[in-house]
Nanobody, 124 residues
């Protein structure tokens, strides 16, 4: 089992920044990908960014490329999402996910472990 705890959400004006953290505990060695997803009211959960925890390979959604940065601190078993130049359309509940994957690393159904989510609200 892997436990994920997100933090760092909040309310910010458009153009502002937030940094989300996801602390992992438990059998983290049983996973090879960690990712951030988000879900706005009435919309499907969508992938924002993911990182291969061994190789460091990173992938971003086109909508956040150049504005968001995913990173990891292996010593702390923590993954971060630095969000800059935030837009109102970034408003959503943000979830951290982890899993053992060999394909479809941008699909929510590929991830076994999920955090409780942290709310990000961007006002115009």
């Amino acid at each position: 089992q892997v436990q994920l705890v997100e933090s760092g959400g909040g309310s910010v004006q458009a153009g502002g920044s937030l940094r989300l953290s996801c602390a992992a505990s438990g059998s983290t060695s049983s996973t090879n990908y960690m990712a951030w997803f988000r879900q706005a009211p009435g919309k499907e959960r969508e992938a924002v960014a993911r990182i291969h925890t061994n190789s460091g390979d990173i992938l971003y959604a086109d909508s956040v490329k150049g504005r968001f940065t995913i990173s990891q601190d292996n010593a702390k078993n923590t993954v971060y999402l630095q969000m800059n130049s935030l837009k109102p359309e970034d408003t959503a509940m943000y979830y951290c996910a982890a899993g053992l994957l060999y394909r479809n690393s941008f699909s929510a159904s590929s991830y076994k472990y999920w955090g409780q989510g942290t709310q990000v609200t961007v006002s115009s």
